[in-house]
């Protein structure tokens, strides 16, 4: 299979929503806990409105045979001092389920670190899902070059 990277566009907002509600069903499948609240309508809003602005880049995995959304990954720059400078937070990386173990997501890591150099973020940082019903997920990142950089991510909830 060969994959076409690209930019997504706040039009594709519909095909990441679709992805994004994919995404969080499996994790919450898998760990048996309904942890994430998932509204498609306003999960397209702010897709579409954050690509717009800016506040989210987002890339899409086409296979470039069928023309097919197979996968996407979004981020969002941030700035710390243990970064020493900007770096880019990837909040979701997603391949669907029967396009994994093609290079999809491989495809994605690469464009990844090409953004991360154009932009000059020090870093790329990531949150797997829970251990160990994701181990692969883990595996896969390790098999790209990331590593282990701190404790577990935490949230309180603002209401």
Do not use: C, N
Request: net charge positive.
């Amino acid at each position: 299979m060969r994959i076409d990277i690209h930019q997504a566009q706040a039009d594709d907002a519909p095909v990441i929503t679709k992805m994004v509600g994919e995404l969080l069903g499996e994790i919450m499948t898998a760990i048996g806990e309904p942890v994430f609240g998932f509204d498609p309508v306003a999960t397209e809003r702010r897709a579409r409105t954050w690509m717009a602005d800016g506040s989210s880049l987002v890339w899409l995995a086409r296979d470039s045979e069928s023309r097919q959304i197979v996968g996407f990954m979004a981020f969002y720059e941030g700035y710390a001092l243990y970064a020493e400078g900007a770096f880019g937070t990837m909040s979701e990386l997603f391949v669907r389920r029967a396009f994994r173990s093609q290079g999809v997501g491989a495809a994605l890591i690469h464009e990844a670190k090409r953004v991360a150099k154009a932009r000059r973020w020090t870093r790329i940082e990531v949150t797997t899902p829970p251990l160990p019903q994701f181990d692969r997920t883990y595996e896969f990142y390790t098999r790209h070059g990331f590593t282990v950089s701190g404790g577990r991510k935490m949230k309180v909830t603002v209401t």
